[in-house]
């Protein structure tokens, strides 16, 4: 029960909203001062088309927890930047085919040590057993708040 002088700083919830909004300002900086033209949610995009070959756009949406219109807005733009490669679907005259082109494989690998060192400094001074043990309870608020 929420008493009426409780601050939101003291509110869990915030408080990790807070440190995601910063990681992704601070991975954004990185991916800009290393010359990459793309942004993160961009970068989820591309991922999850690389690791999800055939899902469907709004599979993909769910996958990055952005809504449809989104991810739409994103498709296009990586279209006309030519990573991603948009065909119709063989089988769904209703869907498109997303694939990725060279140029956003090519690009994906040299962003991947930014990428893997904005982890590194984001979690300095955080051992492995903290960073299971937030997973775990991560994971706990997840199953916690299905319906």
């Not at 990681?23 to 989820?44: C, E, N, P, S």
């Amino acid at each position: 029960m929420m008493s009426s002088h409780e601050n939101l700083e003291d509110i869990l919830f915030y408080s990790l909203e807070r440190s995601i909004k910063s990681y992704r300002q601070f991975a954004q900086q990185q991916l800009v001062k290393h010359g990459f033209d793309i942004t993160i949610d961009q970068w989820m995009l591309l991922k999850a088309i690389h690791d999800h070959p055939g899902e469907t756009q709004q599979q993909i949406a769910q996958t990055i927890f952005k809504d449809f219109a989104s991810v739409t807005r994103m498709v296009e733009l990586l279209v006309e930047k030519k990573y991603i490669v948009r065909s119709p679907h063989p089988t769904d005259r209703r869907r498109f085919e997303l694939k990725l082109a060279k140029t956003a494989v090519e690009l994906m690998a040299k962003m991947q040590p930014v990428i893997e060192n904005n982890r590194k400094i984001a979690l300095k001074d955080i051992d492995k057993q903290q960073i299971h043990l937030f997973e775990e309870v991560l994971n706990l608020i997840c199953n916690n708040c299905k319906t």
